[in-house]
């Protein structure tokens, strides 16, 4: 309760003090990072936007923008041969680079805060890779039997994004720095290709069994519409 108290009294202190900012109306240039809170592209997919941002003069701005992220998780399971358990391993990466451009005008502006309008276009490169192997293990002491398992499944995910995104919101001026808050409703325009492989095998007391399969999901064009919020937060020199 007293950190939320705390933060709250700054942000009402910076308010504050932004009102006595003068706001110059030449050009300016700045430095910025952002964050999507909802996923577009797939399922926990928020990667962070670092920008460098020119503002032209009091309503209009264009910004270049980096998105990127780098996730690595790994989980893990111990198996128990005489309770049938299966052990588990699964890797998991996921790749986001790209590329876009952000315009937005303040259509109307109240002392320190505005009220803004845009565009933004955005080009990603997507990879996502799964590797999930499961072995099994059952034996039996008094008939002396014995039965080993191992199953992998790797998925390999790449796609080229085509993002385009109106939008609207609110920046907050405070001295030289700025908070943005906008709404987005975001234009997903997927291509690429998934390529899988399952391999089986099987260890028996006289031989092992092999058996591998692979193939290639191709993705011509899939398109999805999704409203998505994000924020940003940059300081102009």
């Given at each position: 309760?007293?950190?939320?108290?705390?933060?709250?009294?700054?942000?009402?202190?910076?308010?504050?003090?932004?009102?006595d900012?003068y706001?110059?109306?030449?050009p300016?240039?700045?430095?910025?990072?952002?964050?999507?809170?909802?996923?577009?592209?797939?399922?926990d997919?928020?990667?962070?936007?670092?920008?460098?941002r020119?503002?032209?003069?009091?309503?209009?701005m264009?910004?270049?923008?980096?998105?990127?992220m780098?996730?690595?998780?790994?989980?893990?399971?111990?198996g128990?041969?005489?309770m049938?358990l299966?052990?588990?391993?699964?890797?998991?990466?996921?790749?986001?680079?790209g590329?876009?451009?952000?315009?937005?005008?303040?259509?109307?502006?109240?002392?320190?805060?505005?009220?803004?309008?845009?565009?933004?276009?955005?080009?990603?490169?997507?990879?996502?890779?799964?590797?999930?192997?499961?072995?099994?293990?059952?034996?039996?002491?008094e008939?002396?039997?014995?039965?080993?398992?191992?199953?992998?499944?790797y998925?390999?995910?790449?796609?080229?994004?085509l993002?385009t995104?109106?939008?609207?919101?609110?920046?907050?001026?405070?001295?030289?720095?700025f908070?943005?808050a906008?709404?987005?409703?975001?234009?997903?325009?997927?291509?690429?290709?998934?390529?899988n492989?399952?391999e089986s095998?099987?260890?028996?007391?006289?031989?092992?069994?092999s058996t591998?399969?692979?193939w290639?999901?191709?993705?011509?064009?899939?398109?999805?519409?999704?409203?998505t919020?994000m924020?940003s937060?940059?300081?102009?020199?």
């Amino acid at each position: 309760m007293k950190l939320k108290l705390t933060l709250l009294f700054i942000f009402l202190a910076s308010l504050v003090y932004a009102q006595d900012y003068y706001y110059n109306d030449q050009p300016m240039f700045g430095l910025g990072v952002g964050y999507n809170f909802i996923s577009i592209v797939d399922n926990d997919v928020r990667p962070i936007e670092l920008s460098f941002r020119y503002r032209i003069n009091n309503e209009h701005m264009l910004q270049l923008y980096l998105p990127f992220m780098q996730q690595d998780d790994l989980y893990k399971s111990k198996g128990h041969p005489d309770m049938e358990l299966i052990a588990t391993l699964l890797d998991t990466e996921k790749r986001v680079y790209g590329i876009g451009l952000d315009y937005d005008y303040a259509l109307q502006s109240y002392m320190s805060l505005d009220f803004v309008v845009g565009l933004r276009v955005e080009y990603q490169l997507y990879n996502y890779r799964t590797n999930l192997t499961n072995n099994y293990t059952k034996s039996d002491t008094e008939l002396n039997e014995s039965f080993d398992a191992t199953d992998r499944t790797y998925r390999n995910k790449k796609t080229r994004n085509l993002i385009t995104s109106p939008n609207v919101g609110f920046r907050l001026r405070l001295n030289r720095f700025f908070i943005d808050a906008k709404f987005l409703t975001s234009m997903l325009s997927i291509r690429g290709d998934v390529d899988n492989r399952i391999e089986s095998r099987k260890y028996l007391q006289s031989n092992i069994v092999s058996t591998t399969e692979e193939w290639t999901d191709h993705i011509s064009n899939k398109f999805k519409l999704k409203p998505t919020v994000m924020m940003s937060i940059s300081y102009f020199f």
